[in-house]
Each structure stands twice: as C-alpha cells, then as structure tokens.
C-alpha cells in the first residue's frame, strides 16, 4: 500500500509526539500503573483524540489508515498509550459518531475529540467473553425511563470516561444474542460505578477497571441506535476495534525489532557483534519478514474499510496475524537481549508484556479464528 | 528400561509437593508483587534437605540421587520459580563444584553449611561482556604472597545480594585465555566486595540478581578451588548440572500453568458449555501435556544419566532447551485459555508466563544449548 503525502504526515506527527513525550516516560508509567493524563490531554490537542469524530464536532475525522498509523506509531513506543487512544477511538468515538442521534454527538463527541473527557465502551461481562451475546446486564423501561442493571468487566478507560457505550439486554425474553440494546451512559449517572482499575500482566498505565450498575435511570433518548440493534453494533464496532488493535500490535513488534536489530549490531560475543552470528541474523529476519505481513494485513483492512467495502474478515485476520507476530517478535527480541532482555533496563520485556493483551482483548486469536473460519466457509 | 520412579523418589516427590503447598503456594504471589526474598521459606528448606541435596551425608547434604533433585525442584517451582531458582543455584552450582572439586578443608569449612542450607550460595560467571560467550572473562585473579587478588564486575548473578559463599571466575593468566581461568571461593564478607545493584526483572521477582563488584578482595590461597587453569572446565562442568536444575524449574512452572488452565477450561462456561468442550480448548490441553510429558521424561533422563556417572552434557542441555521452550509454550497457551482473567494477577498464570521466560534464558541462553547439543552431535 502507498501512503498519500496525509498519511505521511500524520504519522510524522505521531512519530515525533511519541519520541519527545512518551519514550522518556513509557517504563515509569509501566512500573506505576499509573495513567498518564498529562499526554493523554496533549494527544488530543495534537487531534488524536478525535480521529473518529467529524469536523462539525470538533474532530479530525481522519481516514482509517491515517487513524492506524498513529496507533502504530504510538504504541511503538509505549503500548498503554496506543490502547488508550485505540478505545477512545474505535471504540468510544466510533459508536457514537456513526450511530448515535445528534444530541448524542453533540453532547458527548466535542469533548472526546480535545480530550477533555475520553469515550469508552462496555460490552464484557464476568460471564460473556468470547460469548459476548451471553450479556446479563439488564434495561428495563419504566415510564420513559430506562433502568440499567448488571456488571461489566474489562472496561479500558472507564475511570476517565465521559459517558460509556453500555450494551444491556432489552428484551429479557429474546434467546442468546437477540434482544440486546446499547445506551450512551454518563459516567456521573446515579447508580453508576467504576470499580478499582485492574492490576495487570502488562499495558499496566491503560486504565481497565469493572463497571457496576445500580437502578441506573437513563432518558428515554440515551438508547444508541435502534432498541434490539445492540448486538448487530457491537459487532460493528468490534470489526473496527479489530484493526486498532492490530495497529498496536504492529507498534509493538516494530519496537520491539527496532530495538533487538540494534542491540545485535552493538553486542559483541566471541570477538564479534552477535548479528554476525547466523543465528540471531535469520531471527531478525524472521521478525522482519512477519512484521512486514501484519503491515500489509493490516493497512489492507483500513484500505477495505475506507474504501466502504466488507472488511470484517481482513480486520480479524489482520489482529490474529498481528497479535500472534507481536509475541513472536517480543519475545524474540528478549532472546536476542538475553539477560538484559528480561530486565527493565531495556523496552523489550514491556512490549512483551503489552504484546500479550493483543491476542486477548476485543476478541481473542480464537475469536479471530472463528470470525475466519466461517469466512473463509461461507464464502 | 523402565519408567517407575522409586518408593525413596515418590517420597521426596511427595513430601516436597506437601511443603510446597502448605508453605509456599499461600505465599507466592505476594513474594512476587513485593519482590520480597523468601528467607523464612529458604530456611525451611535447609531443614527438609533441599539445599544440598545431592551432597553426600557426611558433608552436611541429604546424600539423595539427581532424579530426587529434579522432582523436589519440580514441585517447588510449581509453586514458586523464585524459590526453585535460589534453591537450584545453591545445590548445582554451589554444593556440586565444591563437592567435586573441594579437598576436605574446604567441604568442611564451607560445603557443611552451604549443604544444611545454614549459609547460602551464589555462583559467578557472567560479566558485563562475557555472557554466552562465557571464556571471555575480564575479572583478574594476581597472586600476591599467599593471597590472590580479585578485581572484577560480575552481572546477572542469582542470589548474589543474599549469599554468603561465592564461587567467582577469574583470568589467572589472560594471555592463555580459558585456560588461565581459575574458580575461587569468596565470602561476602571480604573486603573490596560489593553488591553495586539489583536487577529489576520481568518475573522470578523474589528471587535476587545483582551486579557485583570484587575491588582488591584478597582471597586465601587455600580458597582456590581446584587447579590454576581448570576454571573454565569446573565452570562448564557445573552448568551441566545446572541444566537439569532449571529443566525441572521450568518443568514446575509448566506443570502449575497447564493444571491451572485445565481445570479453568472445565469450570469456565461460554455460549452455554464448558469451554474444555470446544475443540480448540481441547487441542490446546493436548499440545500443552504433551509437551509437557517430553519436557519431564528429557528431564528425568538426565538426572538419570548424571545417576550412572558418566557425560550427560547432551542430555542434559536437550533436557533444559525443550523443557525451558515447552513452559513459554505451555504458559502462553494457558493465559489464552484464561484470557481477560489471565492477563491479570488475580490468577497466578500470568506469573507463571513471566518466570518461564527466564528458563529460556540463563545458565546458558536456548542458543547456547543448540551450541552444545550441535557441537556434540556433529563430532559423532
């Protein structure tokens, strides 16, 4: 694929924020869990934060490509940052700009796009991963009131949310995924809570906590979409999530290889620098040539879905190729490091442990699978 | 042939299973968050025998054959790679290379304790520079009178902040490069040695790994461990032994994750049915045991092969490059059977994904075992 003279820019752009604002920061914030609301304000006025979002509401509204290349370039650096612009975007934004009703967008998508609150979305239950349509969350309507019960889990950025995208059965009679509605959610409603943020095994500055919902009232106009559209949505919405985090997952491994090509050229062992050594020669190699195919997946499903065509198989493809070679190249990269690699005085164990997340969140590789298989049989 | 383990080799196996369990499984995962150094458990485990296993009795040890090593290392890694860790450097590659190497004032004076778990060891040979290429080695040893002089950096050294006895590598004589390496025995209490830092790593959190400095430490001849000129032979020999050490550590960390996740699949329901009744799952499980069945039968061989006395170096390094490379494997597989749940530590298989990582990687990187193992195999 050939970027257009935009493209380039923006990634330019991106380049230069994450090499000024976010290497020097990256490993603190991996060791503090802490979020970094400072760069998180900056990236929206850099426009990141609105890449979803249309002009006239603030936004950039960016073409795919450009959205994944700022992804790529953010999480090449540090991976909590890209997971936090990926679901602010995709999955914050992206709802509610192409299915919610003007006052929807106009309440909530100006904010998002300078980042004076960020968008988030709450699908995941205790109970329903992989089988997200297995939703127990309930909406009851009461007058022309909706009243939300139920908890969700997993919900990344939802300490710094405005509103949360919630989906919630409305038809408690409907079977397995029918019956489920999606309702724009203020963070400040009554009733609503955002539990204790996650302790976990990398992309430890991204913020992922569990939601609780209390008798939560909502007006009648909070519904996004069409009552009983929430399953048709989230899928939507998931093909989309699908090409940002294999945007991530390509940053990642391009980190990770950037860093292991140049340690093997410096490191000297046996009187020589180990790239020399056919060994770690056809590892970068390897790494080179898998990178370069989650690329092109991926930049061919931004392509797909710019262009208006079915993209959902190209987007699964592209997470499963990306996520998997994100862990491949990693994890090589720390081989390449030894004993430095698995320290913290080197980025190559963070973006090991940041890689992990990309075969597991917004559909594991097993989901992908799925989504491929009955592709690829349907076809 | 045969596959049985003994009656001695289920009792230890049993009793190190119980000790796991109850002392240090409640335990772990706080060691791991605080990155806390287990001493009450390190002590523990000097009672039961299990830092000088192998050691004969009348040397302080529990006089146990190397397959008793590999399975009490085995279920006290289950628990705690941290605890495997400390407890494997302390009796391969301490208790060993003085037991084989020692004369009896020296397994007197320091392989007593070392093997009662009363003192704690450390083992150092990689520096800055000499990592895989481990003759590479610039810290010096100068004799003066009847004391040697060390001067040096070593890095990436297990129990290093902890241990009282050290067995330091030095260049006795650059100019003859392996050959003019010698292995000395230090204690942490001389003079011009020091701990420079802690490393702060991915996983194995408990368990220390400093950088240390010998600046003039003047060590007793009496102290010199074998000949002048055979420290390179005593360093390689010991890793040997090494391998089999962290293949069973390795073998531990498999055997938690792959029980973890088979029972999760059993419990965990998604579109309304076990996931263990997907086939996806279900092949998962399969790859996971088998691997994990190869990894402890490679093991097992070359602790057996140590047993009969003669070379296992082959053995042994085959044994510590699949059963490193089978717990990535098998611990990666078992966050994604967890998912969501396994990328947080709330369970304990992302620890486990963090401390397999390490097996692939010290007491000879996966690279240096396909040296060996390919050394080996094209002289035949």
Known sequence: ?????????????????????????????????????????????????????????????????????????ISRVCGSHGLTVAAHNSLGCWPIA????????????????????????????????SDAGGTRTTAVRDGDQWVLNGTKMWITNSH???????????????????????????????????????DKLGMRASDTAPLTLEDVRLPADALLGEEGGGFKYFMMTLDGGRISIAAVALGLAVGAFDTARVYAQERH?????????????????????QI???????YEACRLKDVGESFGHMAAMAKLHASETAMFVTDRAIQILGGYGYTTEYPAERFYRDAKLCTIGEGTSEIQRMVIGRHVLTD | MQFELSEQQRMIRDMARDFANREIVPIAAELDAEERFPKEIVKQMGELGFMGMNVPEKWGGAGLDM????????????????????????????????????????????????????LLGAYCLSEPGAGTDAASQSTTAKLDGDTWVLNGMKNFITNGANADVLIVFAQTDPALKHKGIA???????????????????????????????????????????????????????????????????????????????????????QFGRPIAKFQAIQWKIADMATRLEAARLLTWRAAWAKDQGGRYSEEAAMAKLYASEASHFITNEAVQVFGGNGYSKEYPVERHFRDAKITEIYEGTSEAQRMVISALELKK
């Open chain 1, 1 to 73: 694929m050939i970027l257009n003279e935009n493209q380039k820019m923006i990634r330019q752009m991106a380049r230069d924020f994450a090499a000024s604002k976010l290497a020097p920061i990256a490993a603190e914030i991996d060791r503090s869990g802490e979020f970094p609301e400072t760069t998180v304000k900056e990236m929206g006025a850099l426009g990141f934060l609105g890449l979803a979002v249309p002009e006239a509401y603030g936004g950039v509204d960016s073409d795919i490509t450009s959205y994944a290349l700022v992804v790529e370039e």
């Open chain 1, 98 to 129: 192409h299915l919610g009703s003007d006052a929807q967008k106009q309440a909530w998508l100006p904010g998002a796009a300078t980042g004076e609150h960020l968008l988030s979305f709450g699908l995941t239950e205790a109970g329903a991963g």
């Open chain 1, 160 to 198: 710094y949310a405005g509103a949360i995208v919630i989906t919630a059965k409305t038809d408690l009679e409907a079977e397995g995924s029918r019956g489920i509605s999606a309702f724009v959610v203020p963070t400040d409603t009554p009733g609503f809570t955002v539990e204790k943020k996650e």
């Open chain 1, 269 to 289: 062992q046996f009187g020589r620098p180990i790239a020399s050594f056919q060994a770690i020669e056809f590892m970068l190699a390897d790494m080179a040539t």
């Open chain 1, 292 to 298: 370069e195919a989650a690329r092109q997946l991926t």
């Open chain 2, 67 to 118: 397959v008793c090593y590999a399975l009490a290392m085995e279920e006290v890694s289950r628990a705690c790679a941290s605890c495997g860790v400390i407890m494997s450097v302390n009796n391969s590659l301490v208790c060993w290379p003085l037991e084989t190497y020692g004369d009896d004032a020296q397994r007197e004076k320091f392989l007593k304790p070392l093997a009662q778990g009363k």
């Open chain 2, 183 to 269: 292995a000395f025995i230090v204690e942490a209490t001389a003079e011009g040695f020091s701990v420079i830092r802690k490393e702060e790593k991915m996983g194995i959190r408990a368990s220390d790994t400093a950088q240390l400095a010998f600046d003039n430490v003047r060590v007793p001849a009496d102290q010199l461990l074998g000949q002048v000129g055979q420290g390179f032979k005593v360093a390689m020999s010991t890793l040997d032994g090494g391998r089999i050490g962290i293949a069973s550590q390795a073998l531990g960390v498999s055997a938690a994750a792959y029980e973890a996740a088979r029972l999760y699949s059993l419990q965990r329901e």
